[in-house]
């Protein structure tokens, strides 16, 4: 979304009605198995050690 449309859609949309219609919907599930993804301790040390050479 460009800048303009951004600015368009706050002034003419309820973002409290948006907010309440993504909590709605929230993925939790999807969203716990994503972070758990990124907290897996091998992908942490091999990071880590691609990070330090």
Do not use: F, K
């Not at 716990?32 to 691609?50: F, G, K, V």
């Amino acid at each position: 979304m460009d800048p303009t449309t951004a600015d368009i859609a706050v002034q003419v949309y309820d973002l409290d009605e948006i907010a309440a219609r993504l909590a709605a919907t929230a993925d939790y599930n999807g969203l716990t198995t994503l972070l758990a993804a990124d907290l897996d301790p091998e992908r942490i040390i091999t990071a880590n050690l691609d990070d330090s050479r």
